[in-house]
């Protein structure tokens, strides 16, 4: 039952970012929120680094969008 929920929901966001979007329109923001982590760098002061990836990366995912969209050939995944 949660996952009907959870694909409804995601269905219900792609629409509204279409919407939204239009043909004609970008979303710029940032695909990282700065420079990476070091290879050495422990793991608790990675974990800020990717809880601020998140919010970035999110919308593009949960609408089912590339981070990189042309309008003239939009890119949906068959599922949604």
Do not use: H, N
């Amino acid at each position: 039952m949660q996952a009907r929920a959870a694909v409804a929901r995601r269905k219900e966001l792609a629409a509204r970012l279409d919407a939204l979007l239009g043909d004609d329109a970008a979303v710029l923001m940032p695909a990282v929120p700065g420079a990476a982590p070091r290879l050495l760098t422990p793991p608790e002061e990675i974990e800020p680094f990717y809880a601020r990836l998140g919010p970035l990366i999110t919308p593009a995912a949960c609408a089912g969008m590339p981070q990189a969209r042309d309008s003239a050939r939009p890119c949906r995944p068959p599922w949604l």
